[in-house]
């Protein structure tokens, strides 16, 4: 796989009640807080691996749920998914 300059994320979690505070304060350093657990921002690189090494350390990978959407500009992007992602298949109406 290519490494490519991520410039630009979407991060959203799902963690257990006794970790959200944690990975709140955490995101906070690098991030606009958007929505709930939802987060975006402009970030460096290097800033993306300190951010993602402090949330590894912090959450449980079998049962908290980490997503960074990761752009490079409007037409590229990846999704990285860090512990367990509970996938909940519903209609919405």
């Known amino acids: ?3 490519y ?3 630009y994320i979407f991060l959203f979690y799902d963690v257990n009640e006794k ?3 944690k990975v709140f304060k955490i995101c906070k ?3 606009e807080h958007y929505q709930k657990s939802v987060f975006r921002g402009e970030i460096s690189p290097s800033k993306l691996i ?3 090494n402090e949330l590894k350390k912090i959450i449980d990978n079998k049962e908290d749920f980490v997503s960074i959407i ?6 590229y992007f990846r ?3 860090i512990g367990h992602k509970n996938y909940i298949d519903e209609d919405i109406i």
């Open 50 to 52: 300190k951010l993602e």
């Open 19 to 21: 970790r959200v505070n």
């Open 29 to 31: 350093k690098y991030l």
């Open 5 to 7: 300059n991520f410039n």
């Open 70 to 75: 990761k752009f490079i500009n409007n037409n």
């Open 79 to 81: 999704e990285d998914i």
């Open 1 to 3: 796989m290519k490494n």
